[in-house]
């Protein structure tokens, strides 16, 4: 006799939903990204994540009996950032160091539709383990994007 598998779809407590179906989605203008303390005004892409391992327990038989739970970790974080604002943090960096050689540092992302509710998350113990400069001739300002290691995003804070 196998057990059937009940969905629910309350995630972990039972709230009541208010969701404007066709509402307004967050715009690039509705986000903030603060780095300790320092509010970005040059950032043009910024992501993150995580990832959790779940994985079928076999038993008798050739189907699943039940499921097991693994570990939690960070996906690869991005930011990509203007020069002008990679300038101003190798400025308060010192000499002969670049991006990989900064200290940790928490990245705060808040996302403030107008009318709508603001949603912050939290990304802990972020540190830059690859930074790329450079232009081609299409290019009308640098980019650069800095590839991070994160902690685990604490969403909704």
């Known amino acids: 006799m196998q057990k059937k598998l009940l969905l629910t ?71 990509v950032i203007l020069q002008s604002e990679f300038e101003a943090f190798q400025k308060a960096t010192p000499p002969g160091m670049d991006p990989t050689d900064w200290l940790p540092f928490i990245m705060t992302v808040s996302y403030a539709p107008i009318g709508g509710v603001p949603v912050t998350d939290v990304i802990p113990f972020c540190r830059v383990n690859q930074y790329e400069k450079g232009m081609s001739t299409e290019d009308g300002n640098m980019t650069i994007e800095l590839a991070l290691t994160t902690g685990i995003p604490e969403l909704n804070v």
Not at 37 to 50: H, Q
Not at 72 to 77: E, L, N, R, S
Request: a negative charge; glycine letters at 12%; hydrophobic letters at 35%.
């Open 9 to 79: 779809w309350d995630l972990l407590t039972p709230q009541p939903l208010n969701i404007m179906i066709n509402g307004n989605e967050y715009a690039f203008e509705d986000i903030q990204c603060v780095i300790n303390g320092i509010s970005l005004e040059g950032f043009i892409d910024v992501r993150y994540g995580a990832t959790k391992e779940h994985t079928n327990i076999h038993g008798r038989g050739n189907v699943p009996v039940a499921m097991g739970r693994g570990k939690k970790d960070a996906t690869a974080g991005k930011l």
